[in-house]
């Protein structure tokens, strides 16, 4: 057939381990990229995804080397071929965008220079030529203003437009095939909701094949007419995206979509046990034996093969697809949470404002901080005992520096954080005595971070029982067995180091050390971005059930809404330092509600073919909070007037109990969001 | 899970680790010559006063400057003395003199180095301008000053030689604070409200001696050459205690017709300062630091 552009074959590709033992990374390999098509090759990390699109350019990682198979472009094999023929392929044929584009481009050269030198290796065109396809490549990336963009440098624009700009690079080839390594994973997701909007575009717009690499569901459901689902570096589901998505045959995948929380469900999602295994374990059998509901003894001896199914247009790995293949749409069933807040407050914010701008002398001798327009500002939440409370907005809203303060690591410039009503914690974490800082405590975002490599689960989790309650002996042994026990985890963790655990285990020692100081409050920030999809609910679960049992308070910091819906009471939303909107989640949710909460909402990213993002605002981004009147005014599609840019907008009250912060009534905001 | 687990490895002893370690290096063949020549000059120094065949200090005007025979394997000086003799004794010095200053360097290198690292602001700024200023004078000449003021014993040497080879510890180990400290376990730690001390103690040494301990391995070497070149000057060990530098210095200028007499102590010095040089590399590379992209500071 003339229109496969990409054929793999059987590969197979690994690495040797220190006893010599052949590990495999990519077990057998076969599939085909048909022309003008977009796939979506969707798996955990550590799957071997990004490995199968690095040898779809015949790139193999260093270390790993290819064990048998092949992968053709145009009928030869990329794997086999010297770096002189590869060279021609790379970039003229086939194409990558990499993920963190602000790395891959290079820091002092202008980005009209860095095109250009796309241009001179992939095409023929002289100088002047090239000038004008420049502007064309730029503007076809929806890049305002294209000759001002080419002369500046990649620190100048923002993540968003330097993804665009490797978009642009990608396409100064006009390449047949183009390879997107996770493309919008570090965006916000507003600008998410844009590169995926623009990537759709460009795919019709130039017939050019993709293939999307992800570990979102949610954005691959939104570009690509085949899914490859890749676990252990097997495909085991391959097919059109709207029945992976609607009608998983396999067992993973059906877990998988269970697990991923979404907006339109208020409670926390099914989570699917264990964790993907390390490559090398499996010696036989199905590798997602241990985890699978519908395993059988045949499973624990026989690895299936990938099975093609005519009448259902699918390939999948499993003996026991049948049972799936009647079932309706995946039915998500969720633990809705009771909400035991008391009506007693834990915590106040009043008129909290902190300011990261540098100390003048004068203020360092008064010890005073002195900044008209402070980072954070009047933001005032109290927060009652037992519940979960929610910050949400996109990275520079002043989430995290808001746990900081409350925290201690950060001090604030006005305002008062008391705690139980007296207790004034508006200080830094010298001037509090022990005790004010063992009624707080973080769990942090990568435990990889949070936990300190040299030393085992033991002596981790020992440093805050020791430290608040002086416990030795067989007493602090006892004492970690029984937090180890309460996170899931066996006694045999404690000489573990944090490099022997998984991604979801580390966080559950992380999650034992936090409640080993027995907090009132608990500090979460952004405590799932880092886990894997399948280990996010389990952890999710986790935390509700410990709050049930120990009746802690959550500040939980995310920029993800879904998740934000599944485990909060209440929400607060920010921009740019300041509250847009605060209420119960299930109004916060719901329209009527601030602007800047109705771009959010709009810009989430479902995994479901037929729920596509709503962008309402521009993705700008915004340095600094502006000086006066509303902090969402220079983005805002509903702006009023001038009120907006002079006044700060006051707060409304719905009837359900959701303020918001808008200059538009909220009988008009209703209207105008129906 | 009922698969066997090939990443499971148990909390080993310190021992344990020095061994598994120590294996690694030797596995890799630079390691091997390394440690062969370092462990054969370490060894050498601790038996030689018993194995040395002559009396190092025996002065006898008839056999000066003989070639090397079968009496005198490597011939003999200006002085009628041994070669042989006193060039298995003359790396005692250097070595013992050297080990123990590096120890010194390492520690207030390191010690100062991470806690400038942890506090920062002024202090920081205020130490590290001392430091540089320290760094900006010739070592020599500072050394030489020292030696002069104070002599040339032991207990002069050793903490001079530690403090001038020090200052560039200290750069390496706040630097390795700086990769730490902005992790979110400090921050933790931090946040818990333990002291400056537990958190250097608990959080900060455990993931920055490796790369202190290489330095200082490195530093050792350099150490050596130095402390040779003071003995070279005349300011090291005095005579007629052997000592490499000083044998060098001697015989340098009968090197067109006695050749033998300079070559001995420049092998045993230069072979010391390779074999420091391999080990701290292999160690290096076993603890899985690169020092090909981490280049001394």
Redo the contacts between chains.
Sequence with gaps: MTDIIQKVKNLSIGFRSKKGEEILILKNITTNIKKGETVGIVGESGSGKSTLALAMMGYVKHGLYTIGGECQFNSSNLLKMKSKDLEKIRGRKIAMIPQNAGQALTPNLKIGYQIDEALQLHSDLDEREREKKISELLNKVRLPSPETIALRYPHELSGGQQQRVAVAMALAGTPDLLLLDEPTTGLDVTTQAHVLELLNFIAKDTGTSMVYVSHDLGAIAQVSDRIIVMYSGEIVLEGPSRDILKKPIHPYTHGLLKSIPKLSLAGLPESMPGSQPQPGIIKGGCSFFDRCNFSDDNCKNNSPKLEFLKDLNTSVRCFNYEQLVNENEVSQTVNKIKNKSLDKEILNLSEVSISYAKQKLLDQIFNRISDENPTVKDINIDIKKGETIALVGESGSGKSTILKSIAGLLRTKDGLIKFDGSRNLSSDLKERDPNDLRIIQLIFQNPDESLNPNHTVEEIIAQPLKLYFGLKGEKLKKNIIDLLQKVRLGEFYMSRYPRQLSGGEKQRVAVARAFAAKPDIILCDEVTSALDVSVQAAVLNLLQQLKEDFGTTYIFVSHDLAVVRAISDRVAVLYQGRLCEVGPSNDVYKFPSHPYTEVLLGAVLEPDPDIKPKLVAEDIVEERPPEKGCSFQGRCSRIVGDICKKEIPPWQLTDSGNAIRCHIPIKELQKQQF | ???????????KSAFAKLSEIIITMASRPSGLIGLSILVFHIILAFTSPYIAPHDFKAIDPTLMLQAPSAEYWFGTDDLGRDVFTRTILGGRTALTITFFGSLIALLWGGLLGIFCGLVGGKIDDVVMRIVDAFLSIPWILAMLLIVSLLGTSTEVLIPALGFFYGKGIVRVARAATHDVIA???I????????SNFSIIW??II??VRDAILVEGAMRWSWMLLGFSSLSFLGFGVSPPTPDWGLMISNARGLMSFAYWAVIAPIVGLSSLIIGINLTADAFAKALGIDRSTKAPV
């Design positions: 899970m009922k698969v066997d687990n090939i990443y499971k490895e148990e909390k992790k979110d376990f921050v933790s730690a931090r946040a818990r409200g333990h608990n959080e455990p993931n």
